[in-house]
């Protein structure tokens, strides 16, 4: 994996997850899956990349969940930081609602927002037409905004 891809992995990692540590892990996991990848069969290496990245943040995230068995969520022990805490319940209800999107959302929603992609470029990358990336954009953007409506405030 060149450097510049590598680089654009760990960002989109960083984004998802807002851990250094853990966007480091990530990248190395992609690096290490991207070795054994038979390339000849991806049509594009960076939709491929970013959708694996996604995938692979989600099953961090879902791996550190507390359980349902009624185990505590982890508290910041220093009480006088909490736009950090606030960013990271932010980043984490970020992942989890794309999570709850479909494919075609998710993928289209994290290039168009974090990659800063033209829907021609979407569309191309993932094999559809430009109406249709767009539709699936502006209805993962509405289901996203829906369900953080409470980070509004």
Not at 16 to 32: C, E, F, K, P, Y
Not at 92 to 118: F, G, H, N, P, W
Request: aromatic share 6%.
């Amino acid at each position: 994996m060149n450097e510049s891809l590598r680089a654009q992995v760990y960002a989109w990692a960083f984004r998802l997850l807002g851990n250094h540590h853990d966007a480091m892990d990530v990248t190395q996991d992609i690096m290490v899956v991207w070795l054994g990848v038979d390339r000849s069969r991806i049509e594009c290496e960076r939709a491929w990349l970013r959708r694996t990245t996604t995938n692979r943040c989600i099953d961090l995230m879902r791996k550190r969940r507390p359980s349902a068995a009624g185990e505590a969520p982890h508290q910041c022990e220093n009480a006088a930081d909490p736009p950090a805490l606030d960013r990271t319940e932010l980043a984490q209800a970020v992942a989890k609602s794309l999570e709850m999107l479909t494919e075609q959302q998710r993928c289209a929603v994290i290039a168009k927002v974090y990659d800063r992609e033209t829907f021609a470029k979407i569309a191309e990358s993932m094999g559809i037409s430009l109406s249709t990336a767009k539709t699936h954009y502006l209805r993962g953007l509405q289901a996203l905004r829906s369900k953080l409506a409470s980070f509004r405030d």
